[in-house]
Antibody
Framework: QVQLVESGGGVVQPGRSLRLSCATS????????MTWVRQAPGKGLEWVAV????????YVADSVKGRFTISRENSKNTVFLQMNSLRPEDTAVYYC??????????????WGQGTLVTVSS | DIQMTQSPSSLSTSVGDRVTITCQAS??????LSWYQQKPGKAPKLLIY???QLDTGAPSRFSGSGSGTSFTFTISSLQPEDIATYYC?????????FGPGTKVDV
């Protein structure tokens, strides 16, 4: 069955970096765009970034532009989120999600369990 | 960015009731709208995509309609397991913004 497993979250000081990973299985990874969505404690969902099936197209939200980078390694069925210059407002559960199609312009039909990132001194 | 609004922000209902949630987009998004269900401590789950298409495995009591800027999500007969927060999301233009959510409880 489809599985997405995030890792790499934790407690980090402001200004530091973290790299999240999302290992996937149970489907043909190269047939799907991949997305990161985050949710601050007690808040709603915020779309963060998307990468196309081949890694050729990437977009990030303005709130993280210049600090976060999305990438994928198709040989390992894994997508990453490199987060630099972290701020307290980046504190959230970060979800990895599969796009329903190869294009970036599709909803997310499978989600991981999420990994918590806490930015605090 | 396209702004998404939802109403109501919360509602209290009863098992067996019909539940309707509306979602408004700040500009025309065609039919590029999805609905997600999220239970406390869990990841969101896709229920509806392309405004009215039921995702695989989603119960048929869930439905969606609308187009352009105004959309509706309906639960025809609320079940106890439907207690959750529901979000709409547009994927017509980046960034793919979510609505603020509607909390459904009994």
């Amino acid at each position: 069955q489809v599985q997405l497993v995030e890792s790499g979250g934790g407690v980090v000081q402001p200004g530091r970096s973290l790299r999240l990973s999302c290992a996937t299985s149970g489907f043909t990874f190269t047939n799907h765009a991949m997305t990161w969505v985050r949710q601050a404690p007690g808040k709603g969902l915020e779309w963060v970034a998307v990468i196309s099936y081949d890694g050729g197209n990437k977009y990030v939200a303005d709130s993280v532009k210049g600090r976060f980078t999305i990438s994928r390694e198709n040989s390992k069925n894994t997508v990453f989120l490199q987060m630099n210059s972290l701020r307290p407002e980046d504190t959230a559960v970060y979800y990895c999600a599969r796009g329903r199609t190869t294009t970036n312009f599709s909803p997310q039909d499978s989600w991981g369990q999420g990994t918590l990132v806490t930015v605090s001194s | 960015d396209i702004q998404m609004t939802q109403s109501p922000s919360s509602l209290s209902t009863s098992v067996g009731d019909r539940v309707t949630i509306t979602c408004q987009a700040s500009q025309d998004i065609g039919h590029y709208l999805s609905w997600y269900q999220q239970k406390p401590g869990k990841a969101p789950k896709l229920l509806i995509y392309d405004e009215s298409q039921l995702d695989t495995g989603a119960p048929s009591r869930f439905s969606g309609s609308g187009s352009g800027t105004s959309f509706t999500f309906t639960i025809s007969s609320l079940q106890p397991e439907d207690i959750a927060t529901y979000y709409c999301q547009q994927y017509d233009d980046l960034p793919f913004t979510f609505g603020p959510g509607t909390k459904v409880d009994v």
